[in-house]
DNA sequence: CGATGTGTTTGATCCCTGTCAAAGACTGCC
DNA sequence: GGCAGTCTTTGACAGGGATCAAACACATCG
């Protein structure tokens, strides 16, 4: 699960397409490297410190009772997370792929910044833009509406490099692995996208991804 | 893309009940009455100013492009409502019943407070709370889970009234009000609560219904 | 107190998505 | 390069909720 932590190398300048590149905080010594799955916090542990992703994908979920897991956020390159509203996490936060993170300390005290502030809003507003796309109707729009996220977040409208699997898609979005399958070939029949392998897309029409979807 | 803003508040984990009387807020001088259905505030109006609802309730909004509505949020006695990330109302806010709101002003700069922050955070909480709810489950635990929420918030476990009509909550839960009063109708049959006219609720096995929803 | 309109419940039917199953594609590893 | 395991796609089927429709309760007002 924990994949060592790797020293120096700041690594390069990560496209801060954008969300969030902290200038504010103190610059990181080091990466560490975490293998797909590998955890990077658990539900319960002490909160406090911020993570920004230098490469790779996060997954942030939460477990029901009955053992479904809701993932509630991803995070690509030059995002940050990890902003905790009480002194423990009440999330899990795992690479979806071979990830590096820089890890920043946060004191309580430093709370009170604005742009942590802002911060805090942007995700809760990220949190309200999930739950309209999660409560929109139909599988195919639900999939389209992430896939419109995930491509202006990543800076090309055109190409996208999914970082993750169709579970964990399916978890995001609140469907199965099969209605995911089966939306993504629906896309593609009707020439709205084309598939290079299950994770490289290519959005061949937006116009119509978007008109689909909004 | 982000536009904007959020409306907070105090709900879900933190049971603090019928706190949330902030006192770090100036105190308000009077209270404003709104009718059924009566605007609080649009989407796109000049926000900065956080509401507390003295009586009655709250329904905060969005509206699709296709024109179906998205209820984020309810807001019951005593709980605030209003935060917004940017200088403008992304929500719409409305009044679901005959309802008085304290008005509290709240300038751009106080938004570095701890209070305010924690008031974010909490709501960006409830917005995944919500999503967990909304996302996978059946209509019936949906409708479960949303009564035990608002008999813990209103503070009694056994009696609740509903403030608002089977479409409210069938917006906020994301089925149509068929489903919605059906959902009614088998908690009814299984003996687990009783109906007093439509928004008259009485929990007649608290125990079952938790079980029910988890 | 009855009338009208709104809100709620119940019924019938259809379609989407979940479930179960199996074939096909891809990846990592030896 | 070939093998094994995982991930993805596609198919068949069933169930739950949406949709269309109508009867039923309830509130406000004359």
New interface residues.
């Given amino acids: 699960m924990f994949a060592g932590a790797l020293t120096a190398t700041q690594s390069h300048p990560v496209r801060a397409q954008g969300v969030l590149a902290p200038s504010f905080l103190p610059r990181a010594r080091q990466i560490s490297l975490f293998a797909p799955d590998g955890e990077i916090y658990a539900q319960g542990e002490q909160a406090g410190a911020l993570y920004r992703v230098e490469f790779g994908a996060v997954r942030v979920y ?1 477990l ?3 053992g ?1 897991r ?1 993932i ?1 956020a991803f995070y690509f390159g030059g995002e940050t997370f990890g ?3 009480g002194r423990t996490h ?1 999330f899990f936060a795992e690479a979806t792929v071979h990830t590096g993170l820089s890890k920043f300390a946060n004191a309580p005290g430093e ?4 742009e ?3 911060l ?6 990220h ?2 833009e ?3 796309v ?3 109707q139909s599988a195919v729009e639900k999939l389209g509406a992430f896939l419109l996220d995930v491509a ?1 977040r990543q800076g090309d409208l055109d190409h996208i490099d999914l970082q993750m699997t169709r579970v964990d898609i399916g978890e995001y ?2 469907m199965t692995i099969e209605t995911v399958s089966r939306s993504f070939s629906k896309l593609r029949e009707e020439g709205i996208l084309q598939l290079h392998g299950a994770k490289t897309i290519e959005i061949i029409q937006p116009e119509k991804l978007v008109l689909l979807c ?1």
């Fill in positions: 939460r029901h009772t009955d479904r809701q509630v902003l905790e509203a009440s709370l009170e910044s604005q942590l502030m802002t805090a809003l942007r995700s809760m507003l949190a309200q999930h739950l309209l999660v409560s929109r202006e979005l609140g909004k």
